[in-house]
């Protein structure tokens, strides 16, 4: 057997050789041993004693964890604190972007609906003040929304219904299909009413359209009567559609009235 005085412990986590401390009594063994190349602590009967010459290689037991930082911090736990902090600012400046509001002044209820002029499917140039006179269901829908699949066939048996009563249902495409991809979905869908290719400039004069399916009822005067965001069941379009079109028969009989009134004087 070795000279205890001469021979060395071994870290159980790096596998280092530890010189023991000289002069010391080889019957008293201190109550924790710490490696001078790991920081490891640990009891020298956890540790091999081995000779000199028998001495393993210094670093070739288990890598030692990384150093923790001045402060106890660990550095992958600040890393996922950052990503969670950057994640919340992300998900409420955006959240913060659909509430407030945007032009919303412009697309109240009983304001004048914004104008505008927008090219249809067919290549030709048309306004929202030519169907002066028509109640208008104004819809903004996109090829990739799911809702407005949903919806679109029942506005097509809504105007094949309240057409001959006044109603015109006019589409606004908001997504970067290709006109002929659109053209395309529009027919497989059986759309019998007008389509037109959406600018970011109308949607934005309409309070920013922040969801879609986003629908305007607008009466035969150009004020608007009512507006859904996101899908609405079939029975609640409907009522609105009817609500459009007595608002329209009211106010043109409040103005013939008016304007009667104003004849007899």
Same mark, same amino acid.
């Given at each position: 057997?070795?000279?205890?005085?001469?021979?060395?412990?071994?870290?159980?986590?790096?596998?280092?050789?530890?010189?023991?401390?000289?002069?010391?009594?080889?019957?008293?063994?201190?109550?924790?041993?710490?490696?001078?190349?790991?920081?490891?602590?640990?009891?020298?009967?956890?540790?091999?004693?081995?000779?000199?010459?028998?001495?393993?290689?210094?670093?070739?037991?288990?890598?030692?964890?990384?150093?923790?930082?001045?402060?106890?911090?660990?550095?992958?736990?600040?890393?996922?604190?950052?990503?969670?902090?950057?994640?919340?600012?992300?998900?409420?400046?955006?959240?913060?972007?659909?509430?407030?509001?945007?032009?919303?002044?412009?697309? &109240?209820?009983?304001?004048?609906? %914004?104008?505008?002029?927008?090219? $249809?499917? +067919? *290549? @030709?140039?048309?306004?929202?003040?030519?169907?002066?006179?028509?109640?208008?269901?104004?819809?903004?829908?996109?090829?990739?929304?799911?809702?407005?699949?949903?919806?679109?066939?029942?506005?097509?048996?809504?105007?094949?219904?309240?057409?001959?009563?006044?109603?015109?249902?006019?589409?606004?495409?908001?997504?970067?299909?290709?006109?002929?991809?659109?053209?395309?979905?529009?027919?497989?869908?059986?759309?019998?009413?007008?389509?037109?290719?959406?600018?970011?400039?109308?949607?934005?004069?309409? &309070?920013?359209?922040?969801?879609? %399916?986003?629908?305007?009822?607008? $009466?035969? +005067? *150009? @004020?608007?009567?009512?507006?859904?965001?996101?899908?609405?069941?079939?029975?609640?379009?409907?009522?609105?559609?009817?609500?459009?079109?007595?608002?329209?028969?009211?106010?043109?009989?409040?103005?013939?009235?008016?304007?009667?009134?104003?004849?007899?004087?």
């Amino acid at each position: 057997m070795s000279d205890p005085q001469n021979s060395y412990w071994v870290c159980p986590n790096c596998n280092s050789p530890l010189e023991k401390p000289a002069g010391q009594d080889p019957s008293v063994a201190p109550r924790m041993v710490e490696c001078s190349i790991c920081g490891a602590k640990f009891e020298p009967s956890d540790a091999a004693d081995v000779p000199p010459d028998a001495l393993p290689a210094a670093g070739a037991g288990p890598t030692p964890p990384p150093p923790t930082p001045h402060g106890g911090r660990n550095p992958m736990a600040l890393v996922a604190a950052a990503v969670i902090v950057a994640a919340m600012l992300y998900v409420g400046f955006h959240a913060a972007r659909r509430s407030a509001p945007t032009h919303s002044s412009f697309a &109240g209820k009983s304001s004048v609906a %914004p104008d505008f002029t927008l090219e $249809s499917l +067919d *290549g @030709k140039n048309m306004r929202l003040s030519d169907f002066r006179g028509k109640a208008v269901l104004l819809n903004f829908w996109a090829t990739w929304c799911g809702p407005c699949k949903i919806e679109m066939p029942w506005f097509v048996e809504l105007q094949n219904q309240y057409g001959t009563q006044g109603l015109q249902i006019v589409g606004v495409a908001m997504d970067d299909s290709a006109k002929e991809d659109i053209a395309k979905f529009v027919k497989d869908m059986g759309v019998n009413y007008p389509v037109l290719l959406g600018k970011e400039a109308v949607g934005d004069a309409y &309070g920013g359209v922040p969801a879609l %399916p986003e629908s305007f009822f607008i $009466s035969r +005067d *150009g @004020k608007i009567v009512d507006k859904f965001i996101g899908l609405r069941g079939k029975a609640e379009v409907e009522e609105a559609i009817k609500a459009a079109l007595e608002s329209s028969s009211s106010n043109s009989a409040a103005a013939n009235s008016a304007e009667t009134q104003q004849a007899q004087k």
